[in-house]
């Protein structure tokens, strides 16, 4: 549907953001895109930066020591960060990484 479509229907846009309010729900959301996609490197750097913007990106620029405009390009829709942007990122948010072997398909 185009926007001016949406629009003229009352409908918004649906803002992750806006329903990420403890760092379980972070998590949570993290751990479902990882369980939907695991291999879409971008779905998973989309909900980072999805939670960013939840928490507030001007002190998520500061708690990392990346600029506010840097952590938009680069958790954005054609962000492509590095892994240490990512876990620096995740460090400051409050997330962490578990690693554990993959279940065989069988």
Known sequence: MNPTTAAQLGIQAF???DYLQSDE????YL???IDEAPEDAALFTKA???I???RGMMQLARDTGLT???L???LGEQGNPSF???IKVMHALGLQFHVGARQAHG
Do not use: F, M, N
Request: glycine letters at 8%.
């Open 25 to 28: 729900d972070c998590a949570l």
């Open 31 to 33: 751990q479902a895109c």
């Open 15 to 17: 803002e992750p953001a």
């Open 48 to 50: 980072v930066g999805d």
């Open 72 to 74: 938009y390009k680069a």
């Open 68 to 70: 506010r405009e840097g």
């Open 52 to 54: 960013a913007r939840a």
């Open 84 to 86: 240490s942007t990512v």
